[in-house]
């Protein structure tokens, strides 16, 4: 990839850590942010709002070679999905309109399955079409269908990592999600969420031809209650001091299949919840 030009829209962690690594294999490395000063050194920034018509336009200039986009809902509710990824998607592609761009890399959700009942999902497996912000996201991803280049999605589990993050926060109070009625969850740390993206640039930059989906998530779905009492225990926390009182998730309980991503080469350096949380933790308590 050394030479080539990859834009990164909607450029928040994921972005900066794949961006980082790109930019020590000699590529060039543009995004967007409303503030591009908070990117890291080397990024070539363009303070831009992807949902607003015409901030996009220096695109067809900067002819990039790669898009990854990060989209996010412009607020928490059925238009602020809208906005945020199927408007911006629109806008993204009449930008794009002019480019040669070898691939489009978009970063969705295993929220957009129905399953509900703690059953096994692959990329083949049924579309929600009764959660409103799963469908917002579904919407953006057609949209991709008719465009004149090659587009992969990546739909990510829960991304953890951040040793301040709300989860630990919680658990560190003391408060855990019942064990019952059980509800199972995916996740993928970010580390590995960030290698995903530059593995899929790289393969697409070789000549390989990506799937039409990858469920980003790690190698072991688990109930989410097994994850926090896990948690509370590596915390230190007493068995009698737990409160199980935290709600369970409302857009979880499946477990996703990860073999699609896995027979491109891919290895994680977090194959599960024990190792990735392992790792912050430590950096937790450093």
């Known amino acids: 990839m050394k030479g080539k030009t990859v834009l990164f829209i909607g450029c928040g962690d994921l972005g900066a850590r794949a961006g980082q690594w790109l930019l020590e294999q000699e590529v060039n490395v543009a995004a967007v942010r409303r503030n591009p000063a908070h990117l890291p050194q080397g990024f070539r920034g363009y303070a831009a709002d992807y949902t607003r018509a ?59 399955y129905a399953e509900r009942e703690g059953g096994w999902v692959d990329e083949n497996s049924a579309l929600t079409e009764d959660d409103p912000g799963g469908e917002a996201i579904v919407r953006a991803e057609s949209l991709l269908d008719d465009a004149n280049f090659p587009s992969v999605r990546l739909r990510f589990g ?19 999600c019942p064990e019952t009625p059980i509800s ?31 469920n980003g998530v790690d190698n072991l779905p688990a109930p989410q209650y097994e994850v926090e009492h896990w948690l509370a ?10 409160r199980f009182t935290a709600k369970r998730m409302s857009a979880g309980h499946k477990r996703c299949r990860n073999t699609a991503l896995l027979s491109t080469g891919f290895e994680f350096e977090f194959a599960n919840y024990r190792a990735g949380y392992a790792q912050v933790l430590a950096e937790r308590q450093a």
């Open 54 to 112: 015409g901030d996009l336009d220096f695109i067809a200039d900067l002819n990039p070679d790669y898009v990854v986009t990060s989209f996010t809902p412009t607020q928490r509710d059925t238009r602020g999905y809208e906005r945020g990824f199927v408007e911006s998607t629109q806008l993204l592609l009449r930008a794009l309109e002019s480019s040669a761009v070898r691939q489009l890399v978009f970063v969705s959700s295993t929220r957009v």
């Open 158 to 176: 829960g991304i953890y990592g951040n040793p301040g993050g709300r989860l630990l926060q919680r658990i560190a109070s003391g408060e855990l």
């Open 184 to 214: 199972y969850s995916n996740r993928i740390h970010r580390i590995d969420a960030a290698r995903v993206l530059v593995h899929c640039l790289q393969q697409a930059d070789a000549g390989v031809e990506l799937a039409r989906s990858y």
């Open 233 to 242: 225990m590596q915390m230190g926390l007493a068995q009698e001091s737990l």
